[in-house]
């Protein structure tokens, strides 16, 4: 189960809300309608369909041919063709998740608890459905790539990021999530079985493959890391020019294990004092840099007085390893000053990887399992306690999503027609 995620051919079906599965069978006798119908709710959403790229898109739609699903109790699906490049889209009602026997109910059902946490094994039983119809399920969605679905809601690609592999396992094999996040959304979500610079660069340059399709001109100003060599190596040569910085919660919570053999009340005096320094290097705007560097040095001299020369010298030495990431983030204002959005992402991830193990198979792919979990992650609304209730991350950052409905938003910006 090492396959890559893969686009077999040009998938160009697009999910339209007929709002009433009676509407649906009540225009499929009534072509005009049909037609003004789905224009009109394109054109409500304000996207392009992919026609050939000779092509303007400026021709008509016609009615092209139909086929009827058995499996869905004989319902006729239609199919339009563009008349001057002869593209043909397939036009699936709100009602039909793509490829799937599965009725929307029962799939919104099913991941929403898939997203909750719960086992694909126990998501399934919400629905009366196999634990594997599940997961293609979810693998279907990740099939469509996470900078496609970001952009069509219109967010912008991302200036400044946080970047971070999360390390857990797949049966007995150590893997490696390389992840990309910017405030409360998933850029991209990797799978690699290394922890090597290259693993990671190839990764992470699946995201910038699509991000450069999307706006050739693309920069990324700053990054923010955790500090770990592979990531730190495999950003700078993807993104050459951007700022590298390190997270200053780490820094503070890193602090203590850098103090040995002192009283805890010490150790903790010290945390508190580090803590303060942080907080008031980050007030002073301009000046930012320049008194941390000032600051530092005085740290590690109090730390010399207070906990003796060995944690002094362990400490400065520390310093002058991380002072250079510390300095980025102080330098620019926009940069992110700390990884907890990363860190939320990554929990919530690794509470659904354990499902995969079940679902080994020949044929499976991880990646567009990830990409499909990611997917979830930016679109399901958060919960009516929780700090953004009722919008889903895409929203909090900006974004638009074409409908009030979390299912058929997955179902239409994972739908394959769109430019
Ligand atoms: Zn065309």
């Not at 990646?367 to 306690?385: D, E, F, K, M, S």
Request: hydrophobic fraction near 40%.
């Amino acid at each position: 189960m090492r396959n890559p995620a893969r686009q077999t051919r040009e998938n160009r079906t697009i999910t339209i809300d007929f709002q009433h599965e009676a509407t649906y069978f009540q225009l499929l006798g009534d072509g005009k309608a049909f037609l003004e119908c789905i224009l009109a709710f394109v054109l409500s959403l304000g996207f392009q369909l992919k026609h050939k790229a000779t092509c303007g898109g400026g021709g008509c739609l016609t009615r092209h041919s139909h086929y009827v699903r058995v499996r869905l109790g004989g319902m006729t699906i239609w199919r339009l063709q563009c008349t001057t490049c002869k593209v043909v889209f397939t036009i699936l009602p709100h009602c039909i998740l793509r490829y799937r026997q599965m009725r929307p109910d029962v799939a919104r059902k099913a991941l929403l608890a898939t997203h909750g946490g719960l086992s694909l094994a126990l998501c399934a039983v919400i629905g009366a459905i196999s634990p594997m119809a599940l997961y293609r399920l979810i693998c279907a969605l990740g099939h469509q790539s996470l900078v496609a679905m970001l952009t069509r809601c219109g967010l912008p690609l991302p200036v400044y990021f946080l970047s971070d592999e999360k390390h857990s396992h797949c049966l007995r094999e150590k893997v490696y999530l390389p992840t990309l996040v910017q405030g409360r959304v998933n850029w991209h979500l990797g799978y690699t079985e290394e922890a090597s610079a290259a693993t990671f660069t190839q990764s992470y340059q699946e995201f910038q493959h699509a991000a450069i399709d999307q706006e050739p001109t693309y920069r990324v100003r700053g990054i923010l890391i955790d500090g770990f060599d592979s990531t730190a190596k495999s950003m700078r040569t993807l993104f050459p020019g951007a700022r590298l910085g390190n997270c200053l919660r780490h820094a503070i919570n890193k602090l203590p294990g850098k103090l040995t053999a002192i009283a805890s009340p010490v150790r903790k005096a010290l945390r508190s004092q580090f803590h303060t320094l942080w907080y008031r290097a980050r007030q002073r705007q301009g000046l930012r840099v320049f008194a941390l560097g000032q600051r530092l040095h005085h740290f590690a001299d109090r730390v010399t007085h207070t906990a003796g020369t060995a944690n002094g010298a362990r400490v400065r030495r520390w310093f002058q390893e991380k002072k250079a990431g510390w300095y980025a983030v102080l330098a620019d204002p926009q940069m992110p000053a700390t990884s907890t959005l990363l860190d939320q992402a990554h929990n919530a991830i690794d509470r659904k990887l354990f499902m995969m193990k079940g679902c080994h198979h020949p044929g499976g792919s991880q990646q567009a399992l990830l990409t499909g979990l990611a997917h979830l992650y930016n679109l399901v609304p958060y919960q009516r306690r929780a700090q953004h209730a009722g919008q889903c991350g895409v929203e909090v950052e900006g974004g638009k999503v074409p409908t009030h409905d979390w299912l058929l938003n997955l179902q239409i910006l994972t739908s394959g027609g769109f430019r």
